[in-house]
Every structure is written in structure tokens, then in C-alpha cells.
């Protein structure tokens, strides 16, 4: 069964660093690009950022870039999103996904995990 | 990059078709074939429904398609069921290599 399980949300002060994980089990985790989609409460979704299979290729939202850094390590079938100088407006659920392996990174995400709260808070 | 210009609500009655539009620029929804679908319902993680426009991942139901004319996508629902009242999202590539999402449409079955 495809699986993608995230860990590390909690509550973080405003400037505060945070790194999440998204363990990946049930496919071929190097085959496929990944992401992290946020979804502040009571709120629609925002795409945040995507790497390809390889993890050559990164790409993030205008919100997040310079601050967050999306890396994959391959041999531990993880993804991990690290967030530095964090701000109130980042509070949200974060979902890790799975590219469904189209041509592009950026393209659809077909598996999703159930997300981790991530607070920004003094 | 602007969000996704969605509908905030639609409603239909069960066995009814609703559509629900997506309205983007020239330099997302017009420029590229990159749009998808997602259904969200509450307390649960998105599932994708439609993606590059019209194609339907495996699983999905035939009562679920896409479309797109210039700079607007379209979801159609036929048949619709009570356990298609969820929020949908479009999303679309961008010229600028990333991704944005609509803001989301709350269809309620009646």
C-alpha cells in the first residue's frame, strides 16, 4: 500500500526554524517527484514546493522561497521540508504528496499524507 | 503568482450535473495543459480527480470530468451523489515553473 507519513509539526516562535519529514512507503520513492501543499485553518490550499525524483530540481512558492528548502534523501525513501524564519501567516497543515509521474515536477499529485500542524506562535 | 479565480459555492440536487469554473491567466490555465482537479473533504487530505486538464487517475469515477477553453477549466460532476458535497481546488502549472491553486469551491448537495 502507497503510504506517506509526515512528522515534525509543532509550535514554533515567530523567526523559529522547524523541519518536517515525510516517510515514503509502497512505491518506488526515487521514481517519482514529491511536494508540500499547506492549508492554513479554515482556509484553501497553497501549493509551497516540489523536487523531482533525483532531487536535482527544487521549486517553491513565491511565500517561501529564500526561507524554506524542500531536499529528499533517496536512500531513506524521506522527503523533508526545512523552514527557517518562520512567520505567523506559515501556520497551517502541512500535506507531503506524491507526484503522480507526469512529464513535468510540478505537475499533479495523486497520493497524499494526512499533514502536520505547524504553529507559529510567541 | 494570483490564485485561481473559483466559484465559492455551487449546489445541485442528487442526478443533477454541476460545473464548476477555474479562471486563470495567459501565463497558467491558458498557456499549459498542467490543470488538475483535487476533492477535499472535511478533516481529510485532498484526493486528485482530474489531471492535465481531462485525464481521470485510476479509481476515479466517469462521472467526473475536465475541460479547458482558453483561460478557464472546468470540472463537471453528472449524476451527482450525496458524497460529492466536498471543497474542489484547480490548480495549474505557471509560467514561472511553479504551481497555484484556485481558492477552492464548496459544493453542496441538496
Known amino acids: 500500500e502507497v503510504q506517506l507519513l509526515e512528522s515534525g509539526g509543532g509550535l514554533v516562535q515567530p523567526g523559529g526554524s522547524l523541519r518536517l519529514s515525510c516517510a515514503a512507503s509502497g512505491f518506488t520513492f526515487s521514481s517519482y517527484a514529491m511536494g508540500w501543499v499547506r492549508q492554513a485553518p479554515g482556509k484553501g490550499l497553497e501549493w509551497v514546493s516540489a523536487?523531482?525524483?533525483?532531487?536535482?530540481?527544487?521549486y517553491y512558492a513565491d511565500s517561501v522561497k529564500g526561507r524554506f528548502t524542500i531536499s529528499r534523501d533517496n536512500s531513506k525513501n524521506t522527503l523533508y521540508l526545512q523552514m527557517n524564519s518562520l512567520r505567523a501567516e506559515d501556520s497551517a497543515v502541512y500535506y507531503c504528496?506524491?507526484?503522480?509521474?507526469?512529464?513535468?515536477?510540478?505537475?499533479?499529485?495523486?497520493?497524499w499524507g494526512q499533514g502536520t500542524m505547524v504553529t507559529v506562535s510567541s | 503568482q494570483s490564485a485561481l479565480t473559483q466559484p465559492a459555492s455551487v449546489s445541485g440536487s442528487p442526478g443533477q450535473s454541476i460545473t464548476i469554473s477555474c479562471t486563470g491567466t495567459?501565463?497558467?490555465?491558458?498557456?499549459?495543459?498542467?490543470v488538475s482537479w483535487y476533492q477535499q473533504h472535511p478533516g481529510k487530505a485532498p484526493k486528485l480527480m482530474i489531471y492535465e486538464v481531462s485525464n481521470r487517475p485510476s479509481g476515479v469515477s466517469n462521472r467526473f470530468s475536465g475541460s479547458k477553453s482558453g483561460n478557464t477549466a472546468s470540472l463537471t460532476i453528472s449524476g451527482l451523489q450525496a458524497a460529492d458535497e466536498a471543497d474542489y481546488y484547480c490548480?495549474?502549472?505557471?509560467?514561472?515553473?511553479?504551481?497555484?491553486f484556485g481558492g477552492g469551491t464548496k459544493l453542496t448537495v441538496l
Open positions: 490548480t495549474s502549472y505557471t509560467s514561472n515553473s511553479t504551481v497555484v
Open positions: 523536487i523531482s525524483g533525483s532531487g536535482g530540481s527544487s
Open positions: 495567459s501565463s497558467d490555465v491558458g498557456r499549459y495543459n498542467y
Open positions: 504528496a506524491k507526484g503522480f509521474g507526469g512529464v513535468i515536477v510540478t505537475d499533479a499529485f495523486d497520493i
